[in-house]
């Protein structure tokens, strides 16, 4: 079972779902309006959000669920304040971007797809990012860091924790 980080919603947060739900709940194909608005007030989409969304439309909690997997746009896991984003296209790939990740994942002791406890740090993979020239590339936010190796990932780390 993958370990999820506590949900902590605040009661503020879901009166203003409550609220959306309720003005868009009679407009037909509100439901993907309804989950950006929701992935707007807590940042992800955990499966608590779904069902108040679920409950609020009354609709199955399993097709809220498929539409929140089936789009990239919605994340299931909090993303941290800083969002690393790793290249796995086919250059990057060739390049060692997959060793990369590994020294990201172990630096940060959280695997792809996940955010530090701290909520510093999340590391989401993506396609190509166009930068093929200068792979294996990573982003972190909408930093690019290119012609990477593992031993350069701790120092561009650093300069991201020490900003706290």
């Known amino acids: 079972m993958e370990h999820h980080s506590a949900f902590h919603g605040t009661a503020e947060q879901e009166a203003k779902l409550r609220a959306v739900i309720e003005e868009s709940r009679s407009v037909p194909g509100c439901l993907m309006h309804i ?20 409950e609020g439309l009354d609709i199955s909690l399993s097709e809220v669920y498929g539409v929140v997997t089936f789009y ?3 994340s299931l896991n909090p993303k941290g304040k800083h ?5 796995l296209g086919t250059a990057c790939y060739v390049k060692g971007s997959d ?9 940060l002791n959280i695997k792809c797809g996940e955010c530090t406890p701290d909520g510093l740090f999340s590391i989401d993979s ?16 909408d930093e690019v860091y290119g012609k990477l190796k593992p031993d350069m990932v701790k120092g561009i780390l650093e300069k991201y924790k020490e900003e706290k």
């Not at 969002?83 to 290249?87: F, G």
Request: hydrophobic residues 45%.
């Open 35 to 54: 989950l950006q608005e929701a992935q707007g007030i807590y940042g992800y989409l955990p499966i608590e959000v779904q069902k108040i969304v679920a």
């Open 72 to 74: 990239s746009q919605f």
């Open 83 to 87: 969002r690393i984003s790793i290249c």
């Open 99 to 107: 060793k990369i990740l590994e020294e990201l994942e172990k630096q």
């Open 126 to 141: 993506c396609r190509c990012v166009g930068a093929c020239g200068l792979a294996p590339v990573m982003m972190i936010d």
